[in-house]
């Protein structure tokens, strides 16, 4: 079978509190353990994208409109939608499950997560990624 769930894929969430936001697979998980009862995906991902800036807009207001919140998750692989993009997240070997199912470590984590996303926005990598899905 035809391996889909590569470290780095970008997947559509398609069920749940982030259905129709975009994610990135940090880690795939094809056995089941004794938590999951089901093969799973351990994502990080963009809950709220950044909006779009004019130049007429003062600093205060842009720096509030192009923010953005990630978040990290476990899920299963029927809950996903693989699509044809990819993107790199240096930090993805140190983000673990057991680390994510820990409410201190989970906060942690996402703010690194959001260091890292913002300074890809920045730079204009993936802009497919920072976009909201029009659907």
Not at 18 to 33: C, N, P, Q, W
Not at 61 to 85: A, C, D, E, Q
Request: charged share 30%.
């Amino acid at each position: 079978m035809v391996k889909f769930f590569k470290e780095g894929r970008v997947v559509v969430m398609l069920s749940g509190r982030y259905a129709g936001k975009k994610a990135v697979i940090l880690k795939a998980v094809e056995d089941k353990t004794r938590k999951h009862q089901h093969p799973h995906i351990l994502v990080a991902g963009i809950n709220k994208a950044p909006k779009r800036v004019a130049t007429r807009m003062g600093q205060r207001r842009i720096t509030k409109k192009s923010g953005l919140k990630p978040f990290v998750k476990v899920v299963n692989f029927s809950h996903v939608l693989p699509t044809r993009y990819s993107c790199e997240i240096p930090s993805r070997k140190t983000i673990t499950i057991e680390k994510v199912n820990d409410p201190v470590a989970r906060r942690g984590i996402r703010k690194n997560l959001k260091k890292v996303f913002v300074e890809k926005y920045q730079n204009g990598e993936n802009k497919w990624l920072f976009q909201k899905l029009h659907f």
